[in-house]
Each structure stands twice: as C-alpha cells, then as structure tokens.
C-alpha cells in the first residue's frame, strides 16, 4: 500500500529516552555472525559499534561485508543457496517486502526491540501485518548548503526555483559552483530523479503508484515531464564540468572544501564531508522543484533496516537478535547518532548532540512539510535499474526523455507481471 507521509509526523517528545537493556543468554554453536551492509560511508562507525557489542558480548564476533554497488542479486543468491550473511541491511519498504514475501527474513514482530521502535516507522518493515526487519534511521534528501559561502554572497536559502535560479546564477558570477557534482555513480541521480517526480506528482502521488502498479500508468502521467527533465538539465548545468568523472570522494570533496555551495544529497552525505572538514557549517533545506512554495517539501522517508536471515541457524540467529536488541539500548543508540550521524527510530534516541542540518530535517518533520521516498515503494528492479540507470543516461546523452519513461514503465510492468 502507497503511504503517506503522516506517519512519519513524529516529534522529539515521542523520542524521549526509555531505559532498555540488551538480551543476555546466548552461549555455544559459532560465534561469528556476518552482517551484511550497503551504508558504505558509516564503514568506521559500523565496526566501532560492532566492538562496542561483542566487548560485552563475548560470545559472538561480527563479521563486517560491505555490499558491492547493485549487489542484491548476489545476496538473493547467497540466502537461496543457504550461504546468505546472519545480519543484512537493506532500504526500507519494498526491499524488505520482496526479501520477507521470498521467505528470506525472521519474523521480528513480537521480538522486544520492536516495541523501542516509533509506531510511526513500522509500517517501512511491515509485510502482511509481520515486521520483518528493524527500522533504523530517518533520513532526508535535499539541499545541504554551506552557511559561509551563501553570508559571504548575501544569499538566502531559496523557497522556490526562480529564488534557487538566482542563487545558482550569483554563485557562478562570483566563480563558485553551485552543486557538487556526482554523476559517476548512478544512485544519486537516481534520488534526484524520483524527488523531483514525486514532489511534481503532488496529491496525485498515491492513485498514481496504484495505477502503475496495476500496469495501468506511465511515468510521466503524474507530472508534466518537460519539467521534470527540465530539473535534470538545470542541475547538471550547475554543477562542475566535469561532474561525470566525480564519484562519491569527488563529490564530497569539493563540498567540503567550500569549491561548492551546495551538495543535493541525503545528510549521510554532510556526516562524511564533516569528516573532511569539521568546521563545516550547513543548513539543510528542500529542493524547491516550481514557484509554489507549498509544494517545496523535504524528501523523508526511512532509509536502512537490519534484518535477520531466517535461514540461519537457530544459534545465530537468537545472537543476531541480541545484537539487535542492543542496538535499540542508549548505548547502541548514542553510537548510530554521534558517529554514525544518523537520526535514529528509536524513542530512547536523543539527538540534541546533532548538529544544524540534522535539526533542520527534524523541523520540517515536525512541521509536515514532507514527501515520502517514493523510490522505496518502486519495484526493486525498477529502482535498481530503470530509475537510477535511466537518470545518468539522460544526463550523459544516451537516451532522451521519452526513453527513459518508455524505460521505466517497461520494467515496472515486468516487474508487476503486466
């Protein structure tokens, strides 16, 4: 079912701290559990946290397996062949749904973590009334913009596209880049693709993914697709020229050297450009898509799960549910907010040590000013594939608009069995 996003409309009351303590027993079979990720840049945060477990857990050790970009075909085939990781991370929604539906994940509805969960975040991991994954984190994707360069311009955060228009056209005037640029990986277009869709889809978002998923739609019948590529053209146009050669390290490099003013990215993004540069100070705002300024909303959704193979032994997986359990305690919460910098879905989560950004993200929750992530309610190949490779071969010259849309819903009826 298409959501909203007035489940996520959760306050910092509602994540008041709750005393909770970690599962103890365990004990015999294997002590190595491998946990599965694709949340490449909390790498160093991951491992710090997995210690933190197995120092107190020494019965276990985690094993830590970065996911390959586009890796989940080889992970469907690692949990079919029963050689599939003890712990996996994957996106939220529709990810988790065809993981569960393939019988690959353990039913963590009645499991004590899921009662530390926000009510608010279950409906991410919840297939036919059962959670099957713990929902970790509230992210949003938009405008990270460096407070300096926009004082030292006398700019303002913009509220409409004519306003961004003229911050993008100072920036260049005075030889600074507007966007870091990121289009040799194909996720980050692929994001931008389906904010700027969804925000243009509007109120006609949810009878829309209904239809699609019916094989009844296009693509392009929610929105007027001239503006949407519209937006593709006038991003690409603003970043550096060379923008096709930048990766992840290229991109978060040129933010954090203040080479560029803005960063359209999610804020585990401003997490890692903090790492370059700590004095970095950033606001976070919505990617405002037309002039109508109540239609600038913030792209916010849960991100990243963790769940349990359900074809792990019985030994492994009790042990993966106490590191779950774990996770959800103040401590395991304290690591993903102060070095993960990632806003938990716990309510034991106190995230008054986060920086601006992080709060500003808060604020438009708190305030509705929200969209879903609609790309997580996609069919995964649609996603995987369609979106995010349809998105950078636009924008490198190898297909033209109306490929792309013919693109998608191809593979959205494929996917739906239309």
């Not at 009351?13 to 004990?27: D, E, L």
């Not at 697709?225 to 991003?235: G, S």
């Amino acid at each position: 079912m298409t959501r909203t996003m007035k489940v996520f409309a959760f306050t910092l009351a509602a994540m008041a701290a709750i005393s909770f303590t970690a599962c103890g027993g365990g004990g015999g079979g294997d002590k190595k559990l491998r946990f599965y990720y694709y949340k490449q840049e909390i790498k160093d945060a991951l491992r710090e946290m997995c210690d933190a477990f197995t120092n107190k857990n020494p019965d276990i050790e985690i094993d830590l397996e970065v996911a390959p970009n586009d890796g989940e075909a080889g992970l469907k085939t690692g949990l079919l062949g029963g050689t599939g990781p003890d712990l996996i991370q994957l996106q939220s929604y529709s990810a988790v749904f065809e993981f569960a539906k393939a019988g690959y994940l353990a039913d963590l509805t009645t499991d004590p973590v899921m009662a530390q969960v926000v009510d608010s975040a279950k409906g991410s991991v919840t297939y036919k009334g059962k959670q099957y994954a713990v929902p970790m984190d509230l992210a949003g994707i938009g405008i990270i913009y460096n407070k300096k360069i926009f004082a030292k311009f006398g700019l303002k955060p913009p509220t409409t596209l004519s306003e961004l228009k003229t911050v993008c056209a100072t920036l260049k005037k005075n030889k600074v880049t507007p966007f870091a640029g990121l289009l040799k990986e194909n996720w980050s277009v692929g994001h931008f693709l389906s904010m700027v869709h969804t925000t243009l889809a509007g109120s006609r978002l949810t009878n829309w993914m209904e239809q699609m998923n019916e094989g009844k739609a296009s693509f392009a019948d929610p929105v007027n697709k001239k503006d949407v590529f519209a937006l593709l053209d006038f991003y690409k146009n603003n970043m550096d020229p060379r923008a096709s050669e930048f990766g992840w390290n290229e991109q978060q490099a040129a933010f954090a050297k203040g080479e560029a003013a803005m960063m359209v990215q999610g804020l585990w993004s401003y997490g890692a450009a903090l790492n370059t540069e700590t004095n970095l100070d950033c606001g976070f705002i919505a990617f405002p898509c037309n002039d109508n300024v109540a239609d600038t909303k913030l792209f916010v959704d849960v991100d990243s799960t963790i769940a349990v193979n359900a074809g792990s032994s019985p030994d492994k997986i009790k042990k993966a549910k106490r590191f779950l359990a774990w996770i959800a305690t103040p401590e395991g919460t304290r690591f993903w907010v102060e070095k993960c910098k990632l806003v938990p879905t716990f309510k034991n989560a106190d995230i008054s040590v986060m920086k601006q950004p992080f709060q500003d993200l808060v604020s438009y929750v708190k305030a509705d000013k929200v969209n879903p992530w609609a790309f997580s309610s996609y069919p995964v190949s649609v996603w995987e594939d369609a979106v995010k490779n349809g998105a950078q071969e636009y924008l490198f010259g190898k297909k033209n608009a109306d490929q792309v849309i013919s693109y998608i819903d191809s593979s959205w009826k494929k996917a739906v069995g239309k």
